[in-house]
């Protein structure tokens, strides 16, 4: 199994621009995460989804930030407009919605927002 | 989601034991305990979790005191590959809305000395 996976590794983008992180969930898993990670505020949930419906969303820090999930094998994370404090590495998880099965994280998207 | 409070750091001896504590007093009695760890721009790896019986694979051990209160993560040989960031977790059991999220804090730093 390729794992879960992400792209870009890296984006760089200036202020202002709108910016999509992908992420491909392993095959057969049916939870969603997406988390951001900073030095100042560590691994933070920002939204994720059961059977590509959003669950929980309240760490999405505002309107600027969308996730969508638009079927079994795809989702995305939309920040439009990007500001310089969007800068982090967003990561992507998945997991089966079962009996405490563990999360699977992909590689991450680093963000550089100028 | 009950806290969990982790040391800050840790150091160890390559070829010993590394023993991590994880204090989680306010657990509840369907709260699972999850450890991971993340290698310097790797995304979050699983190692094992538990509920109230001590667990081994073949990453590591978890022994959870008879109270649940507290854990500790055992790697038994430590080696230079498992100097990581290593993240103690309670996460609530699957039957519970929302229960598949995973809240993470600051970790300890384990570095591993030759």
């Known amino acids: 199994d390729a794992g879960v996976i992400q792209s870009p590794r890296h984006e760089v983008t200036e202020m202002g621009q709108e910016v999509t992180l992908r992420c491909k969930p392993i095959?057969?898993?049916?939870?969603l995460f997406w988390y951001r990670q900073t030095m100042m505020r560590g691994l933070e949930l920002l939204i994720y989804f059961n059977n590509n419906v959003p669950i929980d969303d309240s760490g999405m820090p505002e309107d600027r930030f969308s996730a969508k999930m638009p079927n079994a094998s795809f989702s995305t994370l939309k920040i439009q407009p990007s500001e310089p404090r969007d800068s982090a590495v967003y990561f992507c998880a998945s997991s089966p919605r079962q009996n405490n099965s563990p999360l699977h994280f992909g590689n991450g998207t680093r963000l550089t927002v100028t | 989601d009950a806290k969990t409070t982790q040391p800050t750091s840790m150091d160890c001896a390559e070829g010993r034991a590394a023993n991590l504590p994880c204090n989680h007093s306010t657990i509840s009695g369907n709260e699972y305990v999850y450890w991971y760890r993340q290698i310097h721009s790797q995304g979050p790896q699983y190692i094992i979790h538990g509920l109230k019986n001590n667990e081994t694979n073949e990453m590591a051990s978890l022994i959870i005191t008879e109270d649940r209160k507290s854990s500790t993560l055992i790697l038994p040989h430590a080696t230079l590959r498992d100097t990581a960031v290593y993240y103690c977790?309670?996460?609530?059991?699957?039957?519970?809305?929302?229960?598949?999220?995973?809240?993470f804090g600051q970790g300890t730093r384990l570095t591993i000395n030759p």
């Open positions: 095959s057969g898993h049916n939870s």
């Open positions: 977790i309670v996460r609530v059991g699957p039957l519970v809305q929302g229960a598949q999220k995973l809240v």
